[in-house]
């Protein structure tokens, strides 16, 4: 079945430091994939997605490349602040119409 | 509505009670998810309803979950005979269409705590 797997956390970095949050799947066709994040006390927003093979998702600073030959999703940011303090979650939805979720990466930026 | 609203937004109960939680969708969004965070367990994928049916029951843990939908919209989540473990924030999404396209909106969840 779907399956998502990404990087445990939690994620300590400094304020304008550079940020990777690594996401790999598993899952039969060609599915579409997403970052949702969820701020402190707020539900799950959208942050990005990417539907096909080599597209690159892109919103609030944050990027990520869909890379079929790897299977992979990786989230990333040239410099973090404060505010993107949050728990990320890399998400696909495959064949079975339904989003399927990695565990989540917490994330805490500091000043 | 201007988002997916849940209600109620904290809920304490004792072990053994019965419990019901509600999803207000956006208006036309005729999918419905219901998921289950809890901690260091991600998000757990419970039921789907596309209209007022349910194709896919897969995720309720156990026979004491159960959900409708009724008039392709508010939905119920109810819990009955409530363990320990049930203890989770619950979540409801609503989608308009192709999930691609359109993708999910969340609510902001109940925090469901068993004691």
């Known amino acids: 079945g779907d399956s998502v797997t990404q990087m445990e956390g939690p994620v300590t970095l400094s304020e304008e430091a550079f940020l990777t949050i690594n996401c790999t799947y598993t899952a039969t066709g060609y599915p579409s994939l997403f970052w949702y994040v969820q701020y402190p006390g707020e539900g799950l927003q959208l942050l990005l997605k990417?539907?096909?093979?080599?597209d690159k998702g892109s919103n609030k600073g944050f990027e990520a490349t869909y890379r079929k030959e790897t299977t992979s999703f990786h989230l990333e940011k040239g410099s973090v602040q404060v505010s993107d303090s949050a728990v990320y979650f890399c998400a696909l939805w495959g064949s079975n119409y339904k989003l399927t979720f990695g565990k989540g990466t917490l994330l805490t930026v500091n000043p | 509505g201007a988002g997916v609203s849940q209600s109620p937004s904290n809920k304490v109960t004792e072990k053994g009670k019965d419990v019901e939680l509600r999803c207000d969708p956006i208006?036309?969004?005729?999918?419905l998810y219901w998921y289950r965070q809890s901690l260091g367990q991600g998000l757990e994928f419970l039921i789907y309803?596309?209209?007022?049916?349910?194709?896919?029951k897969s995720g309720l843990p156990s026979d004491r979950f159960s959900a409708e939908r009724t008039g392709g919209s508010v939905s119920t989540l109810t819990i009955q005979r409530t363990q320990q473990e049930d203890s989770a924030v619950y979540l409801c999404?609503?989608?308009?269409?192709?999930?691609?396209?359109?993708?999910?909106?969340f609510g902001s969840g109940t925090r469901l705590t068993v004691v």
């Open positions: 999404a609503s989608s308009q269409g192709q999930l691609a396209d359109y993708g999910y909106t």
């Open positions: 208006s036309g969004h005729t999918a």
């Open positions: 990417a539907t096909k093979a080599d």
């Open positions: 309803f596309q209209g007022n049916s349910a194709p896919d």
